[in-house]
């Protein structure tokens, strides 16, 4: 079962999913493997400790970090790019999961 969402989530990426379809949901991930989103999640953090919600945003997150830092985007087109309407959220979230902010993430790994 996790390989089967890491495999759907790496394919909603590479897919560019994100831009037209927005960011890939609980209730998605439930439908494409034939589970309710309360046994998915539930699943998930019997397994693995992290709810379906966090694994979400850990892969987001995974996604943004490689996106800062082979790119020359900005944050914004990042946000935008990884399917967030407004990229305040996407630096809340960021700052929220890594301690920085994605600019101070940049600026590090720079």
Excluded: C, W
């Excluded at 970090?65 to 946000?79: G, I």
Aim: aromatic content about 10%.
């Amino acid at each position: 079962m996790l390989q089967q969402i890491e495999e759907l989530l790496n394919t909603y990426f590479e897919e560019d999913k994100l831009v037209s379809h927005g960011m890939p949901t609980v209730q998605f991930l439930a439908e494409q493997l034939n589970f309710t989103p309360n046994y998915l999640s539930d699943m998930l953090r019997t397994l693995t400790g992290l709810s379906a919600q966090q694994h979400i945003h850990q892969k987001l997150i995974e996604k943004s970090k490689e996106l800062l830092s082979t790119t020359n985007l900005t944050v914004s087109e990042v946000a935008y790019q990884l399917g967030f309407e407004h990229p305040q959220s996407f630096n809340r979230l960021f700052k929220t999961k890594t301690s920085l902010t994605p600019l101070e993430f940049r600026q590090a790994f720079n």
